[in-house]
């Protein structure tokens, strides 16, 4: 149903709960155990935190994050949901990170074809780095889907994703892309 989850959190909003839930989220973050799938859980603790709340203390939470000695894969994430939720500084450092760094390029580009569907590992086998030999056929089309989207959090994106997409026909050689 269209609009299900604008209203879904525009009801919980309503009652604290988004901002109850993020505070609960940035606290469980550094209490994640060691284990081969503690980086799993920790992107998705940064991705429904970003999904949840745009709050000044989120996006600190996140630049402290992205600026910490968390592996790249955990720094990627949190610079991605800031970018999303409005943290123009994370964004723009995090995109010039994307230009000039080729294994920034590639876990980008890794993180892509797995959550799109590209790419199907193991939650252990995190992080994934894209080595140009994955079809990324579903990948190209929702990055396509979502640079047409008109939501706010898509605009905030469309600069990564519009860099995203162009490397993504390079790495490929255009034969994908068609």
Request: proline share 4%.
């Amino acid at each position: 149903m269209p609009g299900s989850g604008a209203a879904s959190r525009q009801r919980i909003d309503r009652h604290d709960q988004a901002a109850n839930a993020a505070a609960t989220l940035r606290a469980g973050f550094d209490s994640v155990p060691e284990g081969p799938r503690s980086q799993f859980v920790r992107n998705q603790i940064l991705y429904f935190l970003g999904r949840l709340d745009a709050s000044d203390e989120t996006k600190q939470f996140l630049a402290a994050v992205w600026h910490s000695d968390q592996p790249p894969f955990i720094r990627y994430s949190a610079a991605f949901t800031g970018a999303m939720i409005g943290a123009p500084t994370i964004e723009e450092e995090y995109y010039a990170r994307l230009v000039d760094d080729c294994e920034s390029d590639a876990l980008n580009r890794g993180y892509h074809l797995f959550y799109h569907g590209d790419q199907d590992l193991r939650e252990e086998d995190m992080p994934w780095h894209d080595d140009g030999a994955v079809p990324a056929t579903r990948t190209i089309e929702v990055l396509i889907f979502r640079l047409r989207a008109t939501g706010l959090a898509n605009r905030r994106l469309r600069r990564i994703e519009l860099h995203t997409l162009r490397r993504f026909a390079e790495t490929r050689g255009g034969s994908q892309t068609s």
